[in-house]
């Protein structure tokens, strides 16, 4: 059983900073790409950011020079540094990563979730 638990979000004024945390933890051979989503009340759930296993990231373009993803592989855990915050960010995070649990496998697993919030 494989299981992605968030952490970090919360209440933050405008211009401020956050930083998320999800670990993956459990049956895990390998975790390929790592990523950020969010969905706003009322809204569909969008990517943020991206990272996969190389390295290699991309971003909303409404996060690009804010936001900033990393991943500690050594840990099995991926990062959102969020600066310069605006109200629009508010949503629910979730953590989303491809692992694979036994070597010969592919699977999409998500967290349960953090709520971020930052009023103007």
């Known amino acids: 059983q494989v299981q992605l638990v968030e952490s970090g979000g919360g209440l933050v004024q405008a211009g401020g900073s956050l930083r998320l945390s999800c670990a993956a933890s459990?049956?895990?051979?390998?975790?390929?790409?790592m990523r950020w989503y969010r969905q706003a009340p009322g809204k569909q759930r969008e990517l943020v950011a991206a990272?996969?296993?190389?390295?290699?990231?991309n971003y909303a373009d409404s996060v690009k020079g804010r936001f900033t993803i990393s991943r500690d592989n050594a840990k099995n855990t991926v990062y959102l540094q969020m600066n310069s915050l605006k109200p629009e960010d508010t949503a629910v995070y979730y953590c989303n990563a491809d692992i694979d649990p036994v070597g010969y496998m592919n699977r999409g697993y998500w967290g349960q979730g953090t709520q971020v919030t930052v009023s103007s």
């Open positions: 990272m996969t296993s190389g390295g290699t990231t």
């Open positions: 459990g049956r895990i051979y390998r975790i390929n790409a």
